[in-house]
Antibody, heavy 117, light 107 residues
Framework: EVQLVETGGGLVQPGRSLKLSCVAS????????MYWIRQAPGKGLEWVSS????????YYPDSVKGRFTISRDNAENTVYLQMNSLRSEDTATYYC??????????WGQGASVTVSS | NIVMTQSPKSMSISVGDRVTMNCKAS??????IAWYQQKPGQSPKLLIY???NRYNGVPDRFTGSGYGTDFTLTINSVQAEDAAFYYC?????????FGAGTKLELK
């Protein structure tokens, strides 16, 4: 059974940093792209970042480019999201997702991030 | 950037009814669309990929159609457990933009 478990969320002040982790199991992690998706309270879904199988290619929307960094450790079956210079508008539940043929076919339960002073 | 526009924003339907919801892309996205279902307090789940392919285990009352800029998700004979938000998403090329969602409520 595919499982994705996000950790590292919490309350952080504006301008500070936070790093999320997502541990994967139940599939060959190194063979799949991974995405991070977020959902602000009461709002819709927003794609946040993507990483290819070996970590050599990463992608971001303009809203987080230059502030967020996605990475992965295939030996540890883990994908990370380093979030710097956090803003109140980054407050959201962050999901990691397994990607097959460009489609997110498995999602974690989410990690809550609140940016507030 | 491509904008995905979903309509209606919400709908209230009776069990057994047929539901159609729409997703319109601001540019041609070919068949590069997925549909996800999100129930309250849960993570999203994949329903349909590449516009019309039903994901493993998805009931056959869910059908996706469309190509280019106009896409539709149809639910035949809606069940109580189908009450949820439904999101379309552009896939295959970034940015992987989502629509704002359609909320399906049961009367």
């Amino acid at each position: 059974e595919v499982q994705l478990v996000e950790t590292g969320g919490g309350l952080v002040q504006p301008g500070r940093s936070l790093k999320l982790s997502c541990v994967a199991s139940g599939f060959t992690f190194s063979s799949y792209w991974m995405y991070w998706i977020r959902q602000a309270p009461g709002k819709g879904l927003e794609w946040v970042s993507s990483i290819n199988t070996d970590g050599g290619s990463t992608y971001y929307p303009d809203s987080v480019k230059g502030r967020f960094t996605i990475s992965r450790d295939n030996a540890e079956n883990t994908v990370y999201l380093q979030m710097n210079s956090l803003r109140s508008e980054d407050t959201a539940t962050y999901y990691c997702a397994k990607v097959r043929r460009g489609v997110m076919d498995a999602w974690g339960q989410g990690a809550s991030v609140t940016v507030s002073s | 950037n491509i904008v995905m526009t979903q309509s209606p924003k919400s709908m209230s339907i009776s069990v057994g009814d047929r539901v159609t919801m729409n997703c319109k892309a601001s540019q041609n996205v070919y068949n590069n669309i997925a549909w996800y279902q999100q129930k309250p307090g849960q993570s999203p789940k994949l329903l349909i990929y590449y516009a019309s392919n039903r994901y493993n285990g998805v009931p056959d009352r869910f059908t996706g159609s469309g190509y280019g800029t106009d896409f539709t998700l149809t639910i035949n004979s809606v069940q109580a457990e189908d009450a949820a938000f439904y999101y379309c998403q552009r896939i295959y090329n970034s940015p992987y933009t989502f629509g704002a969602g359609t909320k399906l409520e049961l009367k």
